[in-house]
């Protein structure tokens, strides 16, 4: 029956589409940078390179419960203002340009992210059966998700683009999934969706009604999810390739 048609296929980005990992040498390989940028407009002369990383560590942890509290994401601006530099006296008046210049820095140097290798393939064949494709991410930067897409060559297949630094919400909200099945034009039942965590993708999913809520594993998933997640994903696969098992040329669900 047609209720039990997929018509949709949609991605989480970092940890889904891309590897994404980080640890303290890398980050602290691109504090300098990071560092010049905010003097732009932030006086830093009296934080050594120590305590900035500090602060950044400390800010992004306490932001951490809050946005997974609310499934609210800040603006560049009130998280760097409210968690990191908070006490500071920052000026006021600095241009939302900026804001995001730092945002996009963090999500871009502070982490390293690599396309899965199959990831083309998989989208191209994806498309041959007549998806629609879509993608939802949580991040601060409203630039990063269009400019990791675009240079990776992958954004021709993407029909939406969702991000909670546009809409403001985060997953698990059930209403950015939604959101994202209104504007395919597809029910929510018939759309599955791939992500690699529990906490967020699964249970995002879940409550949206989509037909399948799929784990793919990461460097984000142990940190992400803890011992006592209650959701279990539909099906856990090892590679993207995985999906294409799941979306016969028909669209039938097997």
Not at 42 to 65: A, T, V
Not at 161 to 182: G, Q
Request: with cysteine.
């Amino acid at each position: 029956m047609e209720s039990h048609r997929i018509h949709a296929v949609l991605f989480d980005l970092g940890g889904t589409l891309e590897e994404v990992w980080f640890d303290e040498p890398l980050q602290r390989h691109a504090l300098p940078g990071f560092r010049s940028l905010l003097e732009r407009w932030i006086p830093l002369h009296n934080l050594s390179d120590e305590e900035l990383y500090s602060r950044i560590q400390k800010g992004m942890s306490q932001y951490k419960p809050w946005r997974e509290t609310h499934m609210r994401e800040m603006s560049p601006e009130e998280l760097y203002r409210t968690f990191i530099f908070s006490g500071m006296g920052i000026p006021p008046g600095i241009p939302k340009e900026f804001w995001e210049e730092v945002a996009f820095y963090y999500e871009s140097q502070f982490f390293r992210r690599e396309l899965r290798p199959e990831a083309p393939m998989v989208l191209e064949e994806l498309k041959k059966r007549k998806m629609k494709l879509g993608v939802i991410s949580n991040i601060v930067s409203r630039t990063l998700v269009p400019f990791r897409l675009r240079t990776c060559g992958i954004d021709r297949f993407f029909d939406v683009v969702l991000t909670s630094a546009h809409l403001r919400i985060r997953k698990p909200n059930p209403a950015i999934f939604l959101k994202a099945a209104e504007l395919l034009r597809v029910e929510p039942k018939q759309a599955i969706y791939i992500g690699d965590t529990l906490s967020r993708d699964v249970a995002g999913a879940r409550k949206a009604g989509y037909g399948k809520a799929i784990q793919i594993r990461s460097f984000f998933t142990s940190l992400s999810d803890t011992s006592n997640e209650r959701e279990t994903p539909d099906l856990v696969v090892q590679t993207l390739t995985d999906l294409l098992k799941l979306v016969p040329m028909n669209g039938d669900t097997p």
